[in-house]
């Protein structure tokens, strides 16, 4: 997603460090300036590198917070604030704000505590978070979507942590953190850790016990040395913990802090500090001038020269840069569009008058390359631009490639357009480079940039709904929800929110008296497994427990997808037109927003009347979809030559009764049904790179038992074993995954690889490749049957892709020929080791699919 990055700053302690890191500095007059230096050299250089929509400059307050009343002692020790630092800090606040930064005090609140609630929300929200901190308290939070950047030797050098980071470096997962300080206490804000546990022996036990709790459980099993500390102390050491546990109360709202222009002021206040230098780099990356700069400028000549676009066109290379308009994508136009030469000649004209340009290029565009950013977006304003394929150099799809985790920074909407088709210019001659060197031209070429014009019909048709429909599903909904918490209140005699966890624990566990299940932090569990076990109980009234667990299912049928899918419905179209993000997956697969068409109900009576509502443009219309059976299990096959697996698929037998007889013993017989489900979990499951721990967890089994069954399988699939462990090897020695067709995915660019869990960079490392393999798999298919359906009939088309499954639209008197273009397209796409096949289904809307 573009300009989705989040940028948070812990104000005082990144000017606390560059205090300390720079030697005393002062302008003429007097004024010290060390921290301010430092402060925005360290600011300025991580807004360069992460280019960031969103910026909150958090600073403390001088009020004391709820930590100095729970513990007296707290911060107290530290040495008093030196004068020359206080002189600077109103100077480094208004550098914030005048560079265009939301300056963030709230009182009583710690500005690590602001943080991490507005990180956490923004990540829920789908947003990449970076912290910009010299504190390491906010580890703590550190998960999917969140990273944190720490100077690490004075003001020039940094370190990036996310939570894989995290956990080499500590042993233990970033939510352990809390009760890490709590052992070894934190000298800083002065409080106390357990006296005689140092940091080996804190680490040591986190990584076995993971949580205070879980090593309080075990405390027999941890020698007498350790464990007479532990409970001499266990009352401090829950107390140390709950004060360094950052409180998630008071996020910052995410619109109130995108970056602004920056104000006039900035200039004059960085030349009365004397920081001419800082001024003249911020004058080139934010764009933004002094007067003094612009009086320079207008005396010497523009680097860009305007001309005709005769003239242009006729250069070998163009940079194309535009601003788009409408809702996107069904009245998404171009406009303001500006072109770019190597040489600096630049053009600049209007929407139509690009559509004229692009006329004259399809005509004749031979030996041209046309450098843009969002091929997708193109062909989605100008049907014309398909035809330019042959002719486009994508940087939007090339960083994408090459970056697959890294959101692109290389159009900046602060500069003017003449700048951007030059920075796309300047890409292209380097990442031309890169996309060959690194072995992408068959990924970039042969799928990608042909793929652009596929989802750009696809958006633009979209998927017809039958409103109406939806509309009475609501009102059902929301009537049946009424009913059900008049139940629940009937039975337990006194109002409730069921949308509170708090309340519905005190209902069941404390007013009902059910017996309690699980325990987390916060009190007794009241999740679908709890709720499950409960209505299950024969000894117990079971209507409570069943009602909840129906109000939750029907709350999030009526506010995840029925009252989402009415708001997204096209007025003028009856359709709702999804977008199609083609380079935001580490794996490469699609996905899909506003609104999400992936992930739809299924099962269930709801889910089925909901599915009703999706329906074909044509009155005779008919769906057809075609869904790839077992493709990762396939694509494994092929990867790793095992010839049980590709004898078993050309044979068309049944994988996972296959692998229940090789696993189980092949003079078993027939395996029962409870074999077939083991094996076929062991399937699936080694393909994401679970172990032992995680297969007994999903399949209710020891870990024991777990390890025996993967002892078996990989007895019986060597091969597999052998690719398996060499995909994970040759991936962390090179740093990188690669797919059969060449896409890439950088390791260390992973932001999901520190997960809790166990190896996640062995998992990553095992199923990227083979995901990735997939996904390109399905993408091809995708060019191929549109391909095919366009020389076909102009009443056939592809509607949608989830996956592994491709989704088209025709009228039903064309719908057997369809049908066998669908499975034709999909299963002959790519020669693989073992057969692809394709499962059918067709229907009038998309329940029968």
Known sequence: MEGNVVLLVDGHGLAYRAFYALPELSTKEGIPTNAVLGFANMLVKIMEDVSPRFVGVVFDAAAPTFRHEAFKEYKEGRRPTPELFKEQLPYIKKLADYLGLKVVVQEGVEADDVI???????????????????????????????????????????????????????????????????????????????????????????????????????????????????????????????LVRLRLSNPLKIEDIEVRKPKPELFELLHGLEMRKLAERLSKSMNVKSEEMKSKDRSSESVFTVTPIEQLVKNDVVGIYWEGDGTYPQKFQIKNVTMCSDAGEVWSGSGEDFCSVVKVLREDATGKTLVLWGYKELCCALDSARDLRDHVWDVKIASYLLHPDRPPTIVDKRLSNEENASRLLAFYKEGKDSIESLGLQEVFHRIELPLSPVLADMEKKGIKVEVPQLVKLEAELTRRLQEINEEIEAVAGCPVNLNSPKQMSWLLFEHMKYPPIKKTKTGYSTDSEVL?????????????????????????????????????????????????????????????????????PMYGKWAETFRKSLVPHFDDGVFIAGDYSQIELRVLAHLSKEEKLIEAFEKGRDIHSETARWIFGENSGV?????????????????????????????????????????????????????????AARAKSE??????????????????????????LERVAINTPIQGTAADIAKLAMIRVDEALRNYSKDAFLVLQVHDSLVCECSERIASEVEGILRESMEKVVNLDVPLKVEIKSGRTFAEI
């Open 116 to 242: 991490a609630a507005t990180a956490l929300e923004a990540s829920k929200l789908g947003y990449k978070v970076i912290i910009l901190t010299a504190d390491k308290d906010i580890f703590q939070i550190l998960g999917e979507g969140i990273k944190v950047i720490r100077p690490n030797k004075g003001v020039s050098t940094f370190k990036e942590y996310d939570e894989r980071v995290f956990i080499e470096e500590y042993g233990f997962p970033p939510t352990s953190f809390p009760d890490y300080l709590a052992l070894v206490g934190d000298k800083v804000d002065n409080i106390p850790g357990v006296r005689g546990i140092g940091d080996k022996t804190a680490r040591a036990l986190l990584k076995e016990y993971k949580t205070l709790e879980g090593i309080y459980e075990s405390i027999d099993e941890i020698k007498p040395s350790i464990s007479e500390k532990l409970k001499e102390q266990k009352e401090q050491v829950f107390m140390s913990r709950d």
């Open 532 to 600: 499950e076990a409960l209505a299950s109980m024969s000894i117990l009234d079971r209507r409570v427990p069943a009602l909840v667990l129906e109000y939750r299912e029907l709350t999030k049928m009526l506010s995840g997808f029925v009252q989402p899918l009415i708001k997204s419905v096209d007025d003028s179209t009856g359709c709702v037109h999804t977008t199609l993000e083609q380079t935001s997956t580490g794996t490469g697969r699609l996905s899909s927003r506003d609104p999400n068409l992936q992930n739809l």
């Open 671 to 727: 395996p029962s049904e409870e074999q077939r489900r083991l094996a076929k979990m062991v399937n699936f499951g080694l393909l994401y790179g679970m172990g032992e721990y995680g297969l007994a967890k999903r399949l209710g089994i020891s870990r024991k038992e777990a390890g025996e069954l993967i002892k078996r399988y990989f007895d019986s699939f060597p091969n597999v074993k052998g690719y398996l462990e060499d995909s």
């Open 735 to 760: 740093g990188t995954t690669r797919t059969l067709f060449g896409r890439i995915r950088p390791l260390n660019e992973v932001g999901t690889i520190g997960e809790r869990g166990g190896n996640a």
